[in-house]
């Protein structure tokens, strides 16, 4: 798995985004996917995951109604839509897969992608 984060930039509060991340491996469907992020000088934060088939999805307490997470298995990516942005939002934001069960903590994915910046502005 090879993974590619794209489509982050800088928005004003209250804005929105969408992530993307591409697979260039052969087998994106095995994996489950997540995205992470993390502000300058705090841990990695779990945001959300989707299952191989994206029929379930989890969520981060701090995005729950706000980002929606979905994936294209034809496609081989997985996206991160994120409406109503705060200025807290900001960070480098991650995705990620894993062979594991929506899974919510860093060490449970073994790929990941480069990061994409976040910024939002107040």
Do not use: H
Request: proline share 3%.
């Amino acid at each position: 798995v090879q993974l590619q984060a794209s489509g982050g930039g800088l928005v004003q509060a209250g804005g929105s985004l969408r992530l993307s991340c591409t697979d260039s491996g052969r087998i994106f469907s095995n994996y489950v996917m997540g995205w992470f992020r993390q502000a300058p000088g705090k841990e990695r934060e779990f945001v959300a995951s989707i299952s191989r088939g994206g029929g379930a999805t989890r969520y981060g307490n701090s995005v729950k109604g706000r980002f929606a997470i979905s994936r294209d298995n034809a496609k081989n990516t997985v996206y991160l839509q994120m409406n109503s942005l705060k200025p807290e939002d900001t960070a480098i934001y991650y995705c990620a897969a894993s062979r594991q069960l929506l899974p919510t903590r860093p060490e449970e994915y073994n790929s990941w992608g480069q990061g994409t910046l976040v910024t939002v502005s107040s």
